[in-house]
């Protein structure tokens, strides 16, 4: 069951990267709004003590600008506590089941390299930590069909799928809920929200900058597995999806899911791959690497809503812009009324947008000011406040559901497994990435899959 509160908390890598930036911010928000009433046990293989934990823990605060709370921050270490040991030992997690003591409800969340998932799975099981438990797993989730198989198959061994977290954190991210809010709770928008109405829908997902000294890794992954199989998926579904029967979170899956499964796979036709020029400079870069800094590509949903319309999206590294947005294009009326002498009237569109700001651009027609009866495109624009704490970004809220049993943020297995078959023949027979300067928007190449009659629209503007 994935009912019910956890009473525990298990942190797999608690000396890694993402603990210090991403988890232990988010533990101590949920602390601070009384969420977090329970033993927190870090493991890794370093050697540490419950205090180094706790030192370890406040010095991470501080980093990302958190002003400490004594009286919360006592209250977070408390429940700190720390085992050190090796992973395919089986005395890890004896000494993990010792300082649990009777807790059996614990969520087990793995932050760290998926060729570690088997070892730990089997240990929690082998310590009988695995039977009411819940198991959280970062991405990427598998680097293949095949990969992504063998994951389910170590994990299902002993953690049913109802009890598995897939994370994405790009989920908890609130500009990204707020798609479904804007389509949900609006009904002005569902009569138009379909192939009747809508032109075609762009992503882009643009970085300006490069892999930041991050080249061994993203030498290994490339945009596809690192941005497009995940995040971008998961916004084409968000977009896509029917109205869910309920707010239960498998009604929410399901919808998601089935956009997935009406999606064509990807052929090499309907791909450009990039590479910004300097990129096998990078320090652990191979040399020669064909490795993908930029990837395009247009999808087809074969559904009775979304039939013949183009989603095309963009993710790249050493761009013109940060920028990632969502932007959907209207057909135009079927005749061209208040054209000036060298302009035509614009398409209606609704860009949303969460970076470099969270807010959501209408764009719409209307009459230029003058004499002449002409339009011109006006931009009634929402835009968010970004006034949240640090500490209480996506993980806090994700690491709270799963917590609390709510998995309504979280990939199914069906739905991973859907996206590497939509995009698993393109890893397998793809054509060679082609060099782009950097500070552009990629190789012009990718024009191609917009059609004739189509442009790249970039921050909200054609």
């Keep these: 069951m994935t009912t019910g509160h956890a009473?525990?908390?298990?942190?797999?890598?608690?000396?890694?990267?993402?603990?210090?930036?991403?988890?232990?911010?988010?533990?101590?928000?949920?602390?601070?709004?009384?969420?977090?009433?329970?033993?927190?046990?870090?493991?890794?293989?370093?050697?540490?003590?419950?205090?180094?934990?706790?030192?370890?823990?406040?010095?991470?605060?501080?980093?990302?600008?958190?002003?400490?709370?004594?009286?919360?921050?006592?209250?977070?270490?408390?429940?700190?506590?720390?085992?050190?040991?090796?992973?395919?030992?089986?005395?890890?997690?004896?000494?993990?089941?010792?300082?649990?003591?009777?807790?059996?409800?614990?969520?087990?969340?793995?932050?760290?390299?998926?060729?570690?998932?088997?070892?730990?799975?089997?240990?929690?099981?082998?310590?009988?930590?695995?039977?009411?438990?819940?198991l959280v797993v970062e991405k990427p989730f598998g680097r293949d069909t095949a990969s992504a198989t063998e994951l389910n198959q170590i994990i299902h061994r002993h953690y049913p799928e109802p009890r598995v977290f897939r994370i994405d954190h790009f989920l908890g991210k609130d500009a990204v809920q707020n798609l479904m809010v804007y389509r949900f709770s609006n009904t002005i928008l569902e009569p138009v929200w379909n192939r009747h109405y809508i032109r075609g829908v762009q992503i882009t997902m643009a970085e300006d900058f490069g892999v930041e000294g991050r080249g061994a890794f993203y030498d290994s992954v490339g945009a596809l597995r690192d941005v497009v199989q995940n995040h971008l998926i998961q916004l084409i579904s968000l977009l896509a999806m029917e109205p869910p029967v309920s707010d239960e979170p498998d009604a929410l899956r399901d919808e998601r899911v089935k956009v997935l499964k009406a999606t064509k796979t990807l052929s090499p036709q309907d791909i450009v791959r990039g590479q910004y020029a300097g990129y096998h400079d990078e320090p652990g870069v191979e040399s020669g690497s064909d490795t993908e800094t930029f990837f395009a590509a247009r999808f087809e949903i074969d559904s009775w809503r979304w039939a013949g319309v183009p989603w095309v999206i963009r993710a790249g590294k050493g761009l013109a812009s940060t920028v990632t947005e969502a932007v959907v294009e209207f057909n135009r009326p079927p005749r061209m009324l208040f054209a000036g002498a060298n302009s035509v009237p614009g398409a209606n569109r609704i860009?949303?947008?969460?970076?470099?700001?969270?807010?959501?651009?209408?764009?719409?027609?209307?009459?230029?000011?003058?004499?002449?009866?002409?339009?011109?495109?006006?931009?009634?624009?929402?835009?968010?406040?970004?006034?949240?704490?640090?500490?209480?970004?996506?993980?806090?809220?994700?690491?709270?559901?799963?917590?609390?049993?709510?998995?309504?943020?979280?990939?199914?297995?069906?739905?991973?497994?859907?996206?590497?078959?939509?995009?698993?023949?393109?890893?397998?027979?793809?054509?060679?990435?082609?060099?782009?300067?950097?500070?552009?928007w990629g190789p012009p190449e990718a024009d191609s899959l917009l059609g004739d009659e189509w442009e790249w629209i970039t921050n909200g503007d054609s």
Aim: charged share 25%; glycine share 10%; with cysteine.
């Design 7 to 134: 009473d525990a908390l298990i942190l797999f890598g608690i000396t890694g990267n993402l603990a210090r930036t991403r988890l232990f911010p988010a533990l101590y928000a949920l602390a601070s709004s009384g969420d977090l009433n329970m033993p927190v046990i870090g493991v890794s293989k370093t050697e540490g003590d419950d205090a180094g934990l706790r030192r370890r823990a406040e010095e991470a605060l501080v980093e990302v600008g958190i002003e400490v709370d004594p009286s919360v921050f006592r209250r977070f270490a408390s429940g700190l506590c720390y085992v050190s040991g090796d992973y395919r030992d089986p005395a890890t997690y004896d000494t993990i089941k010792h300082r649990l003591g009777d807790i059996t409800m614990t969520v087990s969340y793995l932050a760290i390299p998926p060729d570690l998932f088997d070892d730990v799975v089997v240990g929690l099981a082998g310590a009988g930590l695995a039977s009411d438990g819940r």
């Design 351 to 440: 860009a949303f947008r969460s970076k470099p700001e969270d807010r959501v651009i209408l764009s719409m027609q209307a009459k230029r000011p003058g004499p002449e009866m002409v339009s011109e495109p006006v931009d009634f624009v929402l835009e968010h406040e970004d006034d949240v704490e640090p500490g209480r970004g996506p993980y806090y809220r994700l690491l709270g559901d799963a917590l609390g049993g709510d998995s309504s943020l979280f990939a199914r297995e069906d739905g991973v497994m859907e996206s590497w078959r939509i995009l698993q023949p393109v890893l397998d027979d793809h054509p060679k990435a082609i060099s782009y300067p950097r500070g552009t």
